[in-house]
């Protein structure tokens, strides 16, 4: 059973960055779409970013785009999320999965193997 643990989250001012990887084990995420989620309090969890097996078709939230990187290696079981001007309204939990659909797709419903989150915490 594939298992995914999250990590590089932390605190940060405005304006700064953090990299947030996405470890597998227990099985290979190579031939996966993946995804970013994240899930701030009293809100429902959103999706960030996707990416297709092979790294080369991403999407992203309309809310990050231009700010964060998906990206992905392979050989490591590892996806990556490159986060950049970070803002307040981007502090939240962020999940990593896999996309079980193939498809990309923006809806939480369609993806497994979460794991536990890494917080993120923009200060202004």
């Known amino acids: 059973q594939v298992q995914l643990v999250e990590s590089g989250g932390g605190l940060v001012q405005a304006g700064g960055s953090l990299r947030l990887s996405c470890a597998a084990s227990?099985?290979?995420?190579?031939?996966?779409?993946m995804g970013w989620f994240r899930q701030a309090p009293g809100k429902e969890r959103e999706f960030v970013a996707g990416?297709?097996?092979?790294?080369?078709?991403?999407n992203y939230a309309y809310s990050v785009k231009g700010r964060f990187t998906i990206s992905r290696d392979n050989a490591k079981n590892t996806v990556y999320l490159q986060m950049e001007r970070l803002k307040p309204e981007d502090t939240a939990v962020y999940y990593c999965?896999?996309?079980?659909?193939?498809?990309?797709?923006?809806?939480?419903?369609?993806?497994?193997?979460w794991g536990q989150g890494t917080q993120v915490t923009v200060s202004s």
């Open positions: 999965a896999v996309d079980l659909s193939g498809s990309q797709r923006s809806d939480p419903g369609g993806y497994g193997y």
């Open positions: 227990g099985g290979t995420v190579r031939n996966y779409a």
């Open positions: 990416i297709s097996w092979s790294g080369g078709n991403t």
